[in-house]
């Protein structure tokens, strides 16, 4: 039996089209229209459109600047990755890139998979650190998808897995190649990591979602894995709505650096895409440098084999039938519906 594997990701526009982006732009903020306490799908859909004609200039001018996102392209060799993995393992599955925002979008790939007559279905989101807005509404959609086209095909949800040993080795060997290729040590007390993750609304913390107690022991992780004690986190937020975000700003943390230099590392990022290579590489390295910083911004290991170990480690007990508690996976707390699993839950007293 075939096994199928929907890798999913945010996803990007790839050009600089205006009303792709504003397409683009639209469905992200009508998909987390909620925070802002719309009362009808008239008035999501109307603040959403909105909301992305101020914001797609800027996104443009970002994509016109790296010469378009690389996402996509990224996450297909992530999915051709793991498909060899797995197959060099003995296993017969088919993987699949699915988008939440842009194409290819989660219904269309669930249909695909249907029609390629998948006996399982096996959905990984490549976000490693569980959040509401990302690996839990991406699940979300794509279960709905499978329902309305009243598929009944067994479908395995994989939320968090951050905590997988072999995923922190290679984000902190990551670091470790790219200082010694630039001749930097982290035991210098000029220099500085910073640990940069994608921020989240504070209501969602507020509702219970542990996105930030995951993002702070990940950094405490790899800050031990690297032998620092002594190290900055900051978020990447949008300030376009009126609405709180996890602080500190990364803005905030860079302009208060007392060093030399900055080592700046994007966590629960496995792509390159704008908030990389604009928001930290443009931004950030200018704001960095009007202080008289040296910036040091370490890359995204997106297609090292590692990493596809990890992703089929994820898959592989499911595809074999394996007691899923023997690869330390248990069901989900973020996500507490059934087939859903992670690396995050406390183990059953």
């Known amino acids: ?93 088919e993987t699949y890139v699915a988008m939440q925002f842009a194409e290819p979008y989660i219904p269309d790939v669930a249909k695909q998979a249907r029609e390629d007559a998948v006996g399982k279905l096996i959905a990984i989101p490549v976000y490693p650190l569980c959040g509401p807005s990302t690996n839990v509404m991406a699940l979300s959609e794509l279960r709905k998808a499978i329902e309305k086209m009243h598929w009944s095909v067994p479908l395995v949800e994989i939320t968090g897995w951050h905590r997988h040993p072999a995923y922190n080795r290679l984000r902190s060997e990551n670091i470790s190649d790219f200082l010694r290729a630039n001749k930097i040590s982290l035991q210098d007390d000029e220099t500085r990591l910073v640990f940069s993750a994608h921020g989240t609304p504070k209501s ?42 996890t602080q500190p700003n990364i803005e905030d943390v860079i302009s208060s650096l007392n060093v030399k230099r900055v080592v700046l590392e994007p966590i629960s990022f496995m792509h390159e895409q704008s908030e990389t ?27 090292q084999p590692i990493f596809y170990r990890v992703l089929a480690d994820l898959a592989e007990p499911f595809i074999a039938g394996i007691e899923p508690s023997y690869y330390q996976m248990r069901p989900c707390q973020c996500k507490p519906t059934p087939g859903t699993f992670c690396l995050n839950a406390p183990l059953e007293k």
């Open 204 to 245: 969602y913390v507020e509702k219970g979602s542990r996105y930030v107690q995951y993002v702070e022991e990940y950094c405490m992780t790899i800050s031990a894995l690297l032998g620092v004690k002594k190290y900055e986190l900051g978020y990447q937020n949008h300030s376009n709505r009126k609405i709180d975000w």
């Open 277 to 303: 290579l604009a928001e930290l590489d443009h931004e950030m390295r200018e704001l960095a440098e009007s202080r008289g910083l040296e910036f040091y911004r370490v890359p995204i290991p997106f297609d």
């Open 1 to 93: 039996m075939k096994t199928g594997i929907i890798l999913i990701n945010f996803g990007e526009p790839t050009g600089s089209n205006l009303e792709e982006a504003i397409q683009y732009l639209t469905r992200i903020f009508f998909a987390n229209a909620n925070l802002e306490g719309a009362t009808s799908d008239e008035e999501r859909w109307a603040r959403s459109r909105e909301l992305a004609g101020r914001r797609a200039p800027s996104l443009i001018a970002a994509y016109e600047k790296i010469g378009g996102s690389p996402l996509n392209a990224q996450a297909r060799l992530q999915a051709m990755g793991l498909k060899e993995e797995l197959i060099r393992h003995g296993f017969d599955v």
